[in-house]
């Protein structure tokens, strides 16, 4: 079947239709985690989180596809094809802490509209096509890492389901179980008949807002990498120790922050530099601190910026360090290699934006995703649609429906070529 | 009866027994909310609290006073003179969090130790000698701000019972019930017999220490502010938002950090800048906070010279904030004006001193103490004894027991000359 019988079939009242159902489809799933200030907080395996799941299973069902979970609780929704080879679309189901409804959950959805359509409009396709809800993906509970694409691609390690531990010391093992799902069937999780994957999602950043494009074409995604600084010095009465003989952890940790940004700054787009977290010890207003922690959390398109990045970060904390007389101690808390996508994926993306009439362009990812796992066992890229503002993990993420219905429009003729005229 | 007569009376071996019991009752009392690293625990009105005043009440007992309690739950151990206006004595017996075991609990030991020595060596004096057990000055559980010492001075406002909460929501007039005291009856605790105080404390600071001094004559206390800042920018993704699109308040309060400690250092001894607490929200690592909350603790000697310290970090607050783009919200933690202690009974404790030849020196608190809130309704001055390493605060504060023995000495001369010299 060729490309033009898509682009004659789906029409402006299918993409209005489409986003229709996904605008309800993302209300419908906020309540699962939703605080009254419309923030979600979904953390893998709570009750929220199967109460979600549960949900998306109903809704894929009702798409009419067959659905099946693996081993750690990922969804998947499958349109049978001709060949086993599967061509793979959706995103991650849990939350940060605080976040919103979209981030995630809207690749899940206008994977789930666009399959369904091409179930409903477009037969039994070449290659197999599957929805992929994925379990866990942002690391705000456990320090998990890309759970659900790492069990995809066979990258858990036996004994992580018993070392990482929520804040309240509970395993992730045991969080599994809570939920029904054996630990020790992991491994069945692998998949070896993965064709392609594209992943739709928020941008998350204010490039295609500022541009006025309404859809990215995701090339490459930056390198991440986390450090946990903690600095101890000398705690005392904020009274009575003079400036002069004093060895304060967080004056310190102040100076390294500052300067962190500033070596951000300097190099320019598209590096960053953010520290999230911090703390003093023991923490009393009228105490010079003993003790204080924070991130770093640092990125580049460019592993060798990358790494140059962290030299500068390291020998300033070294610096910092030595010249206020404080001991250091560096945790690694995240160490993510930045990924190129599949050319001929971001070509079927092009084409069919092309095809779409929509403005679009090119860019790279500044935040991590599924895509970078399962992209290196199988072809893929990503799709961004707007973020309002530029916001995200924030309650007040949003995205316009007319823009959800270009994302799920250009991702219905993705899919089509490539499950229905590859093979 | 003249000086000399205490002199004779008062030996060596007085000062080495004197001092092995101090050192007893410390260890005894440290048991009362110490934990395994020896570090010190007891909020005002706690479980700990409540038996450590137990056990101090009975000590009292055991040392021939006669022991009441006020309507806040200090405790008092009487000596009855001829006349009823009191020379009152000792400190505050709450802690830090993870404080020592000295921090004002060794000013009601070396005034107890005091007050019954003379008790059984010297008879009735001519004005009545109190050891005062005040429940609270740290503001370590409610910020009460000088609890105790305000009750004896009626400085405790009607409403205070009700609107001052801990971190778990609970009032202070309901840790007061808990302890069968009547926040109603708090009145009743103003005293108007008072003629003079004198507080025995731990130095918390360097200075005796690198002198080699073993008593200071404390004639000041520094006056001390403290501000919490709030600012409030723009959280969002920490990859996918440019470094120059950024509202970090956590960059701006680390900017506010450094230049708060470099305006104190510049100003020069004492003028002192501790940041001691800080958070950041939502606090994930791959968040650029939306709000981060910090206090200034900033002190000085030099009301004027205070004042201008405070304009001068208003200034900085300003600056970054609106360089930034960030909401600053300014609240005051505390405002203590200092003091001048009394001439008088300064120069009762310089002649004390140099009657029981021990090196001392006349030198400024740079914490703040009961006696400036005492020291405004009658005659005050205080003592300090060194604390080993400059620190306070820590579960590791200690004084040795030879100074110890010193600041008792001084203390019963001391005592002797307001109690029974003067009438």
């Known amino acids: 079947m060729a490309t033009t019988a898509v682009l004659s079939r789906f029409g402006a009242s299918d993409r209005a239709q489409l986003a229709a159902d996904a605008g309800r489809l993302i209300e419908r799933l906020r309540k699962h985690g939703g605080g009254p200030n419309g923030g ?14 549960a949900d998306i299973e109903e809704w894929l069902l009702e798409s009419g596809l067959a659905v099946r979970h693996d081993a750690v609780g990922s969804r998947f929704g499958r349109l049978q094809g001709e060949s086993s080879s599967v061509v793979l679309s959706g995103s991650h189901t849990d939350s940060v802490k605080q976040g919103g409804a979209y981030d995630g959950t809207l690749g899940v959805v206008i994977a789930g509209c666009a399959i369904g359509w091409l179930a409903r409009n477009m037969g039994k396709p070449a290659r197999t096509l599957e ?19 790492r069990a995809l691609t066979g990258r858990i390690a036996p004994g992580e389901t018993d070392r990482l531990t929520d804040e309240n010391g509970e395993t992730i093992g045991s969080a599994m179980r809570a939920c029904g799902l054996d630990p020790a069937s992991i491994p069945s999780a692998h998949r070896k008949d993965l064709g392609a994957y594209v992943e739709p999602h928020i941008e998350q950043g204010p490039v295609l807002v500022e541009s006025r494009d309404v859809i990215g074409v995701v090339d490459r995604v930056v390198g991440v990498r986390v450090i946990r600084v903690t600095l101890h010095g000398v705690s005392g009465h904020a009274g009575t120790v003079p400036m002069a003989n004093r060895h304060d952890p967080l004056a310190g940790a102040a100076e390294i922050m500052s300067g962190a940004e500033t070596i951000a700054r300097r190099m320019g787009p598209p590096a960053v530099a953010t520290v999230g977290s911090i703390a003093a010890k023991p923490g009393g207003f009228n105490q010079v601190p003993g003790e204080a922690t924070f991130t770093v959390d640092f990125r580049h398109t460019d592993s060798d910026v990358l790494d140059g990045l962290e030299r500068e970060l390291r020998s300033l904390i070294d610096t910092v360090s030595a010249r206020r007389g404080l001991q250091v101690r560096l945790g690694q808390v995240l160490s993510q290699a930045g990924i190129e996508f599949d050319g001929k994926v971001c070509a079927a993306l092009e084409a069919s934006c092309a095809e779409s009439s929509v403005r679009w362009r090119r860019m790279p990812s500044h935040a991590g995703h599924d895509a970078q796992v399962i992209g290196t066992v199988c072809p893929a890229a990503m799709l961004f649609v707007p973020s309002q503002g530029g916001h995200s993990h924030r309650p007040d993420e949003h995205t316009e429906l007319e823009d959800i219905g270009s994302g799920i429009e250009v991702l219905v003729r993705t899919l089509f070529r490539l499950a229905y005229q590859d093979s």
Do not use: D, I, K
């Open 40 to 53: 979600v907080t979904r953390l893998v395996y709570s009750p929220e989180w199967q109460a979600a799941m």
């Open 131 to 149: 929805v992929f809800a994925n379990c866990e993906e942002e690391s705000s509970r456990f320090a998990s890492n890309f759970w659900g694409s």
